[in-house]
C-alpha cells in the first residue's frame, strides 16, 4: 500500500478554511484515498474519500491532484470541534485493514 | 444516525485476568473490526471479521486474543491472559459493505479504555 506524508501539525483560524495536505508519491491506479479523524480520545471517524475526482459532502471536500500524487482535504469553514487528528490513508477498495499514520494535528484557534 | 456502541467504557484489572469486551455493531453492517491504541500512539488494526470467521489478523492478535460474533448483535473481544502492555483504548469499528471502495468506510465505537494493573 502507497505511504502517506502529512505535516504533523497545523493551526486554522475558526471560520476559516483548513486546508490539510497530504502526500502520496506512490500511490497505484486501483488505491483510493480515504480521509478519518480522531477528536481526543473518540474513536476515528470517517471524513472522505475518492479515487481521482474531487469530492465533496457535508463534512468536507477532497482535491486529488491530477497525478494523484497528492491530496487536499478541505474543511470549508473550521470550528472549535474540528480540532483533532486527521489521517490520510491509501488503501485499495475492499475490507483491507486501514493503517493509520500520525496524521495532522489541527487546532482551530478562536 | 446509527452508531456503534462499546461496553465497558473504562475497564480496570489485575495482570493475568481475563478481560471481553463487547461492541455492538451498526444492525446492518457486515464487516467487524477490532483496533486499539496505546496512549500517545497510533491506532492498530487488531482483527477483522465476516460471515461468522476472522478474516485477517495482525501480529498483534497473537494466541491470547480472541473474538466471537455470539448472536446476532454482540460482537466481542476477549483477552485471555492480560499483560501491562495490553493497557490501551480498544476500539470496535464496523462497515456496511464487504466489498468496493466504500467497505473502507468504517464506523468506529468510543471505544473502551483498558487498564491493567
Known amino acids: 500500500d502507497a505511504k502517506t506524508t502529512q505535516p504533523p501539525s497545523m493551526d486554522c483560524a475558526e471560520g476559516r478554511a483548513a486546508n490539510l495536505p497530504c502526500n502520496h508519491s506512490t500511490i497505484s491506479g486501483n488505491e483510493y484515498v480515504y480521509w478519518y479523524r480522531q477528536i481526543h480520545s473518540q474513536g476515528p471517524q470517517y471524513i472522505i474519500h475518492?479515487?481521482?475526482n474531487n469530492e465533496t459532502n457535508e463534512m468536507a471536500s477532497l482535491i486529488i491532484t491530477e497525478d494523484r500524487k497528492s491530496s487536499t482535504l478541505i474543511l470549508p469553514h473550521a470550528t472549535l470541534r474540528d480540532t483533532a487528528v486527521y489521517y490520510c490513508?491509501?488503501?485499495?477498495?475492499?475490507?483491507?485493514?486501514?493503517?493509520f499514520g500520525k496524521g495532522t494535528r489541527l487546532s482551530v484557534i478562536a | 444516525e446509527p452508531e456503534v456502541t462499546q461496553t465497558p467504557s473504562h475497564q480496570v484489572t489485575q495482570m493475568g485476568q481475563e478481560v471481553i469486551l463487547r461492541c455492538v455493531p451498526i444492525?446492518?453492517?457486515?464487516?467487524f473490526y477490532w483496533y486499539r491504541q496505546i496512549l500517545g500512539q497510533k491506532v492498530e488494526f487488531l482483527v477483522s471479521?465476516?460471515?461468522?470467521?476472522?478474516?485477517?489478523k495482525s501480529e498483534i492478535f497473537d494466541d491470547q486474543f480472541s473474538v466471537e460474533r455470539p448472536d446476532g448483535s454482540n460482537f466481542t473481544l476477549k483477552i485471555r491472559s492480560t499483560k501491562l502492555e495490553d493497557s490501551a483504548m480498544y476500539f470496535c469499528?464496523?462497515?456496511?459493505?464487504?466489498?468496493?471502495?466504500?467497505?473502507?468506510?468504517?464506523?468506529f465505537g468510543a471505544g473502551s479504555r483498558l487498564t491493567v494493573l
Open positions: 490513508i491509501v488503501r485499495v477498495a475492499g475490507n483491507t485493514p486501514l493503517v
Open positions: 475518492g479515487l481521482k
Open positions: 469499528a464496523s462497515s456496511r459493505l464487504a466489498g468496493g471502495p466504500g467497505a473502507n468506510v468504517l464506523t
Open positions: 444492525s446492518n453492517h457486515l464487516y
Open positions: 471479521f465476516y460471515n461468522n470467521e476472522i478474516s485477517e
